[in-house]
Structures are given as structure tokens and as C-alpha cells.
């Protein structure tokens, strides 16, 4: 008696378990399957407007002296792997040649203005530094049309 | 007499000497099934080996193929029961000093070879 | 009164345990993606973290048992082996995200690449620890823990709309991006949820000396310690809600979590930012190498004890030696310190049940707590945990895995 109510205990949070491993899988998978190559590019591609975020205010907090010139640059070093990965998604993507386009421009840009704002920092260049951080703004700006105006 | 049992009361629970320094768990218990009466305790085992063949007699060789690096030269150590002075809730007594025992072959090795050469430990 | 200095031991457990690189990750992408919409799950993982602390230190001052030695005397080696090796392993990924944590505050303040700093603060950590006693690392840890209450004070000088906090405490499907809602939730009670904290805490409460007499200090303590973390970590959602959000910075890598308390403290935010990062994770490295040598030393039965000089337990003070120096190899050879956290979290959440199952049966144990035993309040509230527990182990390394990568 004792032994095969400890058997049915025993046996159903494993069954329990594997149920919800299933219906997770179930609903999970088709939900990556499903989307678009312009989907997928533009979630892949995401980082780059946090990024663009991020710089835009580690130029401002780096005028106002409220953060170190070391890491700002180091800031810069990770956004650029950031951007990196992005034009390597954009050039293998199956995404329309529109979206690549634009995506690819942007994020050309976006080393640009990274570039640009490292120089301004290296030289201690506040007004390069404030012309920069307007222009990773405006390219934050552009991003967030792409990704809002989705790719489909 | 008071009943005792083994498997709740004794086995896997902590060792201490007879100065009450912690020198390991009853890791395993051997019977005496000679002589034609009942059962008796002969001795309680301490030892990786001893761990080891409870999980699975292929974990048993693997333990024994490392010992090889081993410090501790007795892969089992046997205490017989006669020298266990109490089990209490807390532990077995044992009725022997730890220092001198193979349950500290390593502790020994390792206060000697590592602890001793930190700096500024002497 | 002498009783309430033990305090200390709640706050240790909860700037290491609670507040530490897992949960700064895990609030800074809260607050950043979804605003104060997660504040929920860090009330239900406090609710449910101080019941588990608090039955361990009960435990620990009724038995005078840390938990790892009363589990193997009570359910027997064969039983025991397999969670004290998935817990290990779980629990050195986290002594190496939060030994990347000390490394990483250090970045911070020195512009100095981080895997420079593995091996110089595995031996500082080593060396704190070779040399103080239990109390010296209470108190110090829990008193300079205290400056993450800069995240406190930040979220208010932030001047959050009060009524959107308060609905942030009742849970809410988000708008977009389940996967991520759900990662994060769940990398949430994980991160809070750490399994080594028990261990640690039922051990330190023997280091103490806790007796029968402990078992009402230490409900407030449990309450208060484990308070104070989550307090922190609900203040940095906000702040990241406040500060991040509106900017829309995601937090992908902890250089952009660095940013948050700028906006508060325009000149200090920075420096609070790396040294808050810095003590809670030396906390949490300290804790959780101490938790690896508790564990092992009482499953083998060898004299333990961190009061105890190391020529007096030599092999103890070996394990968080030799633990130190392998955690620190991973930072070492360059893992993103962001990535070994996630996969830290979820290996927390998965073994979670196997701590989880025996130690609510010993909490049931009248044998060994007399009168103390769990009552039906504790019972209920540990058995929505071994449900939850159950739920994270299924779904935390497949979340982890696409709410991360996408």
C-alpha cells in the first residue's frame, strides 16, 4: 500500500516536469522558426541601438566630467565589438536588400561616430566630443525607425 | 541495553577522537557473521574507497587507480567497535588520537607542505 | 541584546548571497527593459529566501548541524553525492562570475583590462580569507556593504512616479518580448535563490555558536539581512528604470550597467557604481569560497572552521585555497564576465530542487528540532518554493539560452 502510493508520488514531477519542457519547446520553437529574415536581422542587430544609447551618454557623462577617460575608450571598445557583430549579421543575412542596405549604412556610421568620439576624448576635443555625441543621438534616432518600422 | 540502528544512528555520521577533533564519517560498517550467533558490529570503515564502492564498484576502481597520488597509505581504515566509546546525536566517539591516524595522513601532509610554507605562517 | 551584533552574519549572507554581480546584472536589465514591471519577482524571491534563511539558521542553532553535514548523516553518502556534485559545480560558476565582478569594478576604476586582475584578486581574496576570522569577515563585509545603499538613495533622488512602482509589485505580462520577460524574471529568483546561501548561512550560525536560544534573533535577522538585499536590489530596477530606460540602453554588457547611478550622484555615481560592484562581489567571493570548503569538509567529516588556524584544518583551508585559483581561470582567459554570470544564474535555478527536497524534510524532522520543527506557515512557503524550484530547474537553462541569445 505505502509502496505504491510513494510510486505515484514519485512519478508525477517527472511528468509534470516533462510536460512543461514540451509545451515549452512547443511554444518556443515555432516562434523562432516563424519569423521573417527581417525579423530575425533586426532582433540580431538590437544591441546597436542600446549601444548607440550608451555612447551617446558616456559622451555627455564624459563632458561633465562625471566619468574617466579610460572608460569611456573602453566603453568605445565594447560598443565596437557590438557594431562588429552587426555588420556580420547584416552582410550574411537573408533580410531584404533594402533593410541591409540601411542597417549596413547605419552601422558603417555608427564606427564612424564611435571613431570620431574616441578621437575627441583621446585629444580632450570637448567640442568634437559634444559634435559627436549630437551625432550618435541622431543615428539612435534612425535606429529606432528602422526597428519600429520593422522589416516585413 | 539500548537499541541502536546502524544504518539511522551510526553509519554516516561524524567521527571524533578522544579529544573531540572531527577525523572523519562512519563511512561504511562491517558485521561478523562467525560463530554462529547473531551478527555483531567488527569494525566501522573510513575512507574514500569505502565511499567510493557504495556508489557504484566502477567509481571503486577509478578511486583506487588515483590513489595512486595518494599521501594516506591506508586506503581503509578500520576501527574496530570495540573502540567506540559513545554515539551520540552529535557524532562517534572513537577511543584514539586523529593526529595519529591515517584519517590524517593528508591534514598532516598538507599543514606541512602548504600551510607551513605560507609566509608569515610559522 | 549581545545577540543583535549577529546581525552581521544576516548582512554578510545578503551582500554576498543577495546583492551580488548575479543580482546587479539581473536589476540593471530589469529596470532597463522593462522598466518597474519586474519589481514583483524580487518581492516573491525575497518572501521566499528569507523563509529558507531562516529555517536554516533554526536549524543550525537547534541541531547545532550545518545543513551539508546533516544531509549526509541523514539521507546517507549515496544519496548525497550527486547534488554535492552538481552544487559544487554550480557553485564554483558562481565564485568565478564573482570573482569577474571584483575584476570587472576594478576595470572600472583603473582602465585596466580585466583578465590583468583575475589572478591579483583571487590571492587578495585568498589572503582576507587565510588570515581573519569568521567574525572579522562579518563584520567588515557586512559594514562595507553597506555602501550599496548608494543605490538607495540614488533611486530616490531619481523621484520615481510612486504609482507605477507599487503596481511593479503585481505581476504583469509584458507588452513584447516574453522570452526576455520571462528570462529575466526567473534569472531573478535564481539569483536570489542561490543554493550555497543556505549552506553558508546554517554554517556561519555554527561558527557563531548559535544555540536554542538564537531561534528568535534569528527570524529577524533572516528578515532584516535578507531585507536589506533585496531593499538594494528593488532600488536598482528602479534606478535602472529611471536611468537606462528612458535613454533606451539595454544592459548587454556590464560597461553600460556602469552608467546608472551617474544621473543621481553626477560626480561620485561612477566611483559608487565600481566600488559598490567591487565589496558586494568580494562579499559574495568570500562567502561562496567559504560555503565550497563548508560543504566539502562536513560531507567528509574533516575539522572545520574558518576560527579555526589554518595549521588546524589544513585541508579546509586547502579547498577555498585551490578553489580561489581555479575560479579565477575563466576571467583569466578572457569569458565575458556578463555571459559567465547568465550561465551562472541558470545553473543556480537548475540545482535548486536538489538543495531544496532534503532540506525541507530535515526542516520536518522532529526528532532532531523538537518544538522547532517547520510549522504549516514555513511548510506552505517551502513548498511553493520546491514547486517554483521545479519549474526554474525545467525552464532556466532553455530561457536562459533564447531569452539571452534571441
Known sequence: MQRRFSRRWSRRPLAALSAIVVALTAVTLPACQKKSPEEDLLKKVEPVGSWLASLEMTGRKWLANSVPTSFAKNSLSAAGKAFDKAAEETAKSEAGPEVRARLGQLVSEARAAGAGLRRGIEAGDRGAVAREVGRLAQLHRRFDAIEGGGGS | MKKLDLARDVLDKLVVDKGGTKMGRVDGLVLDL??????????????FVVLARRVHPRVERWVERLRRWSVRKTARQRVPWAKVKEVTPYHVQVDLEALK??????????RDHFVAKVPGED | MKKWLQLGLGILTAVGGFFDMGAMATSAQAGANFRFQLLWAVAVATLMVVFLVEMSGRFAAVSNKALPDAIREHFGFTFWVVPFLVLSL????????EIGGICFALHLVTGLPTPLMALPVAVLTWLFLWRSTFS????????????????????????????????????????????????????IVGAVLSPYLFYFYSSGAVEDHWDE????????????????????????????????????????????????????????????FAVSMGIACLGAALEVALAMAYSLAQTFGWNW????????????????????????LPILFGVDPLKLTILAMASEAAVLPFVALPFVLLMNDRKLLKEHANGWISNTVAGIVLLVALVLTAVSIPLALLGGGG
Open chain 2, 34 to 47: 562467525q560463530g554462529g550467533g547473531p551478527p555483531r558490529v567488527e569494525v566501522i570503515e573510513m575512507g
Open chain 2, 101 to 110: 591516524t591515517p584519517a590524517f595522513d593528508w591534514e598532516r601532509w598538507l
Open chain 3, 90 to 97: 554550480s557553485t564554483f560558476l558562481v565564485l568565478a562570475t
Open chain 3, 136 to 187: 572579522t569577515i562579518e563584520n567588515s563585509t557586512s559594514l562595507l556593504g553597506l555602501i550599496t545603499l548608494a543605490f538607495v538613495v540614488a533611486a530616490f533622488r531619481h523621484h520615481p512616479p510612486a504609482h507605477e512602482v507599487l503596481q511593479g509589485f503585481v505581476p504583469s505580462l509584458p507588452g513584447e518580448d516574453p522570452l526576455k520577460y520571462w528570462a529575466i524574471a526567473v534569472s
Open chain 3, 213 to 272: 536560544s538564537y531561534v528568535g534573533v534569528n527570524r529577524g535577522i533572516a528578515a532584516i539581512g535578507m531585507g536589506f538585499g533585496s531593499v538594494i536590489s528593488l532600488a536598482g530596477i528602479v534606478v535602472a528604470a529611471m536611468a537606462l530606460a528612458p535613454r533606451g540602453i539595454q544592459v548587454d554588457d556590464y560597461h553600460q550597467a556602469a552608467l546608472m547611478l551617474t544621473d543621481a550622484f553626477p560626480f561620485w555615481g561612477f566611483l559608487l
Open chain 3, 305 to 328: 572552521g574558518e576560527n579555526l588556524d589554518p595549521r588546524e584544518d589544513a585541508r579546509f583551508s586547502t579547498v577555498y585555497t585551490v578553489v580561489l585559483l581555479l575560479a579565477a
